[in-house]
């Protein structure tokens, strides 16, 4: 449990007396670590949520790493909720950041998920390894002003356009690593929204732009007649959909693909390239176009949720994560099929990452840290992301080409 992690001089009393001052009203939970170790305060607070719930939280306070090295990622820590790891692969990957195998980390509930995953990897190596490549980096910030009226606005853009290394000069200064790409503004009568891009380098960065672009934001209301209205005018667009993201990408815009020769999708994939690419065509395209979906794939969240969970990354941002398109094509000899994920959001340092746990997923990868050069790290998550993400495709696409979904998961009993 995770007493078994405090230090010598801490006793259950000590977290008891806690919990009471807290129940007295002497103390709130956000303040325990100012009178004791972060396990005596985990502690503390399941003795209290157990005592107003009635809930045994005695799995979530088993938990294997110090809680004082959670202090970053999370508030009011009680314990840890553990989700399943299991691993895919390993894959043949030929990226521009990442060339070699590499077993893929997925945390998920999902049965089923993982078998998926593994036979599309397999199929994947038969076919000599995927490729996959960054095409477009840069994390965003958005922030909208206020003018007085078109012609202000007008102005407004004219005085970002000629004005765009002084903000980068402002901005750049609030960080050692992030670097200002270039600003977009938008015009809604007397809104305007400015789109600031940056590289962030390994850094999944929506911290680092949101202090950057704050201080850009400053600039502008010192030499324009713009006022800010929010640091984040939804243009970004961060954890929503968006077809800004689409079209425009955030964080990193990766695309994997590959060429499988017809006999190994005839023996592995029991079905033929002309139905996997239908499947394609009328599901995911055309079934996707119906539905207005901005995401026109068959289940790529699935595999960003789950290297997301393993490796320590912003859960929510698998919202842009899944933003994605699926391609197949019936080739001479075979399939070729890709997936291009505009707005993969991915770090390997900051926020999540530093966990004992999510550390060790990304140590998998061979990814862990700052890489050399910066950003070569976040790079290869990426394109291991988008390698999962077209083995994940082929299996599910080629099952029910083959209508062999339902089968599958009955007999994996899911």
């Known amino acids: 449990m995770s007493d078994d992690a405090a230090t010598d001089s801490e006793t259950p009393e000590d977290a008891e007396a806690l919990a009471e001052r807290v129940r007295d009203g002497e103390l709130r939970l956000h303040e325990l670590e100012d009178h004791a170790d972060a396990d005596t305060a985990a502690t503390a607070r399941r003795l209290l949520v157990e005592t107003q719930s009635g809930a045994d939280l005695g799995t979530v306070g088993d938990y294997a790493f110090p809680a004082a090295e959670a202090d970053s990622a999370i508030e009011n820590m009680v314990g840890t909720v553990q989700v399943p790891l299991g691993v895919a692969g390993p894959v043949r990957i030929h990226g521009a950041a990442l060339d070699g195998e590499r077993y893929l980390p997925l945390a998920t509930t999902e049965g089923a998920l993982l078998a998926s995953v593994n036979r599309g990897c397999s199929v994947l190596n038969d076919a000599g390894g995927s490729a996959a490549r960054v095409t477009k980096s840069g994390m965003t910030r958005a922030p909208v002003f206020r003018v007085a009226d078109v012609a202000e606005a007008e102005a407004l853009v004219s005085w970002v356009r000629d004005n765009e290394g002084a903000l980068a000069e402002a901005a750049e200064e609030t960080t050692n690593h992030g670097e200002l790409l270039d600003v977009t503004p938008y015009v809604v009568g007397n809104s305007v929204y400015l789109r600031f891009r940056y590289d962030t380098k390994d850094a999944m960065g929506m911290n680092m732009a949101t202090i950057a672009t ?49 006999e190994t999708v005839e023996e592995r994939l029991h079905t033929t390239p002309e139905a996997i690419a239908e499947v394609n065509t009328r599901k995911n395209l055309v079934g996707s176009a119906k539905a207005a979906s901005l995401g026109f794939n068959a289940h790529v969240a699935n595999v960003v949720a789950a290297m997301f969970l393993a490796t320590g990354q912003d859960a929510a941002q698998v919202v842009e994560g899944a933003n994605a398109i699926t391609t197949m094509e019936v080739v001479d000899g075979g399939l070729y099929a890709s997936v291009s994920l505009a707005s993969l959001e991915v770090g390997t340092v900051g926020g999540g990452t530093k966990l004992p746990t999510q550390n060790e997923g990304l140590s998998v990868l061979g990814v862990a840290g700052g890489g050399d050069p910066a950003g070569s790290n976040a790079d290869a998550l990426a394109e291991a992301v988008a390698v999962g993400s077209l083995a994940g495709e082929l299996s599910l696409l080629s099952a029910l080409a083959s209508r062999h979904l339902s089968s599958a998961h009955e007999d994996l009993g899911r």
């Open 214 to 262: 704050r201080a850009a934001a400053d600039v502008v209301e010192a030499e324009t007649e713009a006022s800010l209205v929010a640091l984040s005018g939804n243009l970004c667009s961060d954890k929503k959909p968006a077809a800004v993201n689409a079209v425009e990408g955030r964080g990193r815009s990766v695309t994997a693909d590959v060429t499988i020769p017809q």
